[in-house]
């Protein structure tokens, strides 16, 4: 039985099938289009995951979406009548798009499909999955884990924005739920707007902000914008957003009571941003924390597993695995709406078609290390590179290797493109660029001359799963960058005491540890552990690496420039390449010198894509 899931129609649409319970391909419809967020149907994903399996619409049993229109616009229409007459203005712009596309969007799916299938019985065979339930769906059934407890938090799906549901063997329900207009994501989202960065894009840089501050609004959050119970359940007070009927996060009141109007885009980030950055974070964490407290308390489960964008604080997912409520913890590496695809797909197989669940007998996830995305043969690769102009070499296996190590280990920057392509927003060693972790100059050279970037935003390392002990304080897998944890002790750097005085941006420059390129003002690190038995290549290269330097840690930082999509091709690749001071470029077995290309070929991508 093979079922095919989409998301589509608010942001990062995409596609997913699956085919007797196993995942077989899964892609955002961005890297294809090469728009950031595409919210568009994904043609081109849907494209991709049928051929992957080497089928056509007509073999598909079922195409499930990902959540249900007519509760979402029910939502719209009860929020506008009890805020009106305010919010007329917000109101009077959404209705026509609801009325011409969201609302009938069942006639829209049909019209898109028969595309691909004129014949395909529409009727019986499309189904429509809940928001909430998609995204559980996307974090249990792939989970490692017979039963679990399962929490999603997000902005808003139709009505709910934090959601329990508990799951065992094929069976999944959801028991409780908070609604709109109360949601984490929406507040977390208030502040990413507050502080000047784009909602639904920047809330990680608010995260990777918060270490430079001091959570000195933290306080004031909890006694004014959120009622936050022991249990971890909590009301907002509206009074201070104005996103039920305006067209912005937050309002006059917001403003008055932290002391200004919100931040410009690209204005220059001062204290009092990077102290709401600590404190909006300081009080996610708390909120995450109480709530799965008390979901352990209340359900006995010993495996949790989390899904939905705040999902994508790895911060608080750290605190969450070290607070020890739960024996083990699971995160959807496309926590986001992208994943409601691969949930739709899994509970119209599981729940809708009540088939079995079957996990994998070595305790492994069934997400195949998230690369479930395109990939490219070597001829096809050589063929694409020459028709762009590129120079290049063809090396063996062992030759690329050691050549993609040595420029690592000589401080160059290395764009990485191998295998299939992940599907979720972290580069996990398929489309990367990799840099040397030992380098104390590594961050600032990948964020202003690579990827045209804010300094302050930290790097992730990429470690050896059987050496991740030795430098992290952390002993379980992170395969998806997906868990914080701070750099071992006996790695760290004793600072000065005027290095500790030190405030703010000021910190950035200051080498931490062995490894000051991947270790954040506060000695965290957001870590991937890289194992052989899902990608055997980047292992390898991350073994040369510690081979030639006694460090089995690696800077990996997506493989695009601020703005634009993760690169998808060998073509996308190339130009990304030639449009930055990347040195060096793996693209399968063909190695590329920088300073062997064509210079006419150079491109300008510090400007080419929409700052994010």
């Not at 073999?59 to 939502?75: A, G, S």
């Not at 929406?186 to 990777?208: D, H, I, P, Q």
């Not at 090396?395 to 993609?404: C, K, T, V």
Request: glycine letters at 8%.
């Amino acid at each position: 039985m093979q079922i095919l899931g989409i998301s589509a129609f608010y942001h990062d649409s995409a596609a997913a099938l699956v085919g007797d319970g196993s995942i077989l391909a899964a892609a955002q419809e961005e890297r294809f289009t090469r728009k950031k967020h595409d919210s568009g149907f994904p043609r081109h994903a849907i494209e991709y995951c049928l051929g992957e399996a080497g089928v056509t619409l007509d073999n598909i049993d079922y195409v499930v979406f990902y959540d249900k229109p007519f509760l979402k616009f029910e939502r719209l229409l009860e929020t506008y009548l009890a805020f009106a007459p305010w919010g007329f203005a917000s109101f009077r712009l959404a209705m026509p798009l609801w009325l011409r596309e969201k609302l009938f969007l069942k006639d829209l799916l049909r019209k898109e499909l028969k595309f691909y299938a004129p014949n395909f019985d529409w009727d019986s065979k499309l189904l429509f999955s809940e928001h909430h339930l998609s995204h559980a769906a996307s974090a249990f059934f792939p989970s490692p884990f017979e039963e679990a407890a399962v929490l999603t938090m997000d902005g808003v799906g139709e009505w709910a924005t934090t959601s329990l549901a508990l799951g065992v063997g094929n069976e999944l329900n959801v028991i409780k739920e908070i609604h709109f207009p109360h949601s984490l994501g929406l507040l977390y989202s208030a502040f990413t707007y507050y502080t000047g960065f784009r909602v639904n894009s920047g809330e990680y840089k608010v995260m990777g902000l918060a270490p430079y501050g001091n959570p000195r609004f933290a306080d004031t959050i909890l006694s004014n914008l959120i009622d936050l119970k022991e249990d971890g359940s909590f009301r907002l007070d509206m009074s201070y957003f104005d996103y039920c009927t305006g067209l912005t996060m937050t309002n006059g009141k917001f403003h008055k009571l932290f002391g200004g109007t919100p931040r410009k885009p690209e204005q220059r980030l001062a204290q009092r941003e990077m102290d709401l950055a600590a404190s909006i974070q300081a009080v996610t964490e708390e909120v995450v924390l109480r709530l799965t407290r008390s979901i352990a308390k209340e359900t006995g489960m010993k495996n949790l597993c989390l899904a939905g964008g705040v999902a994508l604080n790895c911060v608080a997912n750290g605190k969450v695995l070290r607070d020890g409520r739960f024996k083990n913890i699971w995160v959807q590496p496309a926590a986001g709406d992208a994943g409601g695809a691969l949930g739709a797909a899994l509970a119209g197989y599981h729940l809708y078609q009540h088939q079995p669940r079957i996990l994998d007998a070595s305790g492994k996830d069934a997400m195949k290390g998230s690369y479930l995305g395109p990939c490219f043969d070597q001829e096809d690769i050589e063929r694409r590179l020459r028709k762009v102009g590129a120079r290049f070499q063809v090396l063996d296996d062992e030759a690329i290797i050691e050549a993609s190590a040595t420029a690592l280990a000589e401080g160059k920057a290395l764009g990485w493109f191998q295998g299939r392509m992940e599907f979720g927003p972290r580069a996990l060693g398929g489309r990367s660029i990799l840099g040397d972790a030992r380098s104390p100059s590594m961050q600032s050279v990948l964020n202003l001359k690579v990827k045209y970037r804010e300094s302050f935003r930290p790097f992730a390392p990429s470690v050896l799963g059987e050496d991740v002990a030795d430098w992290f304080e952390l002993d379980s897998d992170s395969p998806y960058m997906l868990l914080v944890a701070d750099v071992a002790k006996s790695k760290r750097f004793a600072m000065t005491a005027e290095q500790e005085a030190l405030f703010g941006i000021e910190k950035l420059n200051v080498p931490r540890s062995q490894i000051p390129a991947v270790t954040h003002v506060d000695y965290s690190a957001r870590i991937q552990t890289v194992h052989a038995e899902t990608n055997p290549r980047y292992h390898a290269l991350i073994a040369r690496f510690k081979e030639k330097t006694g460090c089995p840690v690696i800077v990996n930082t997506s493989f695009n420039v601020r703005g634009e999509p993760i690169v998808g091709t060998p073509e996308d690749a190339f130009r990304c390449f030639m449009g930055t001071e990347i040195e060096r470029l793996a693209v399968g077995n063909c190695f590329l010198l920088k300073e062997e290309q064509d210079d006419s070929l150079k491109q300008n991508y510090e400007t080419k894509f929409d700052l994010d």
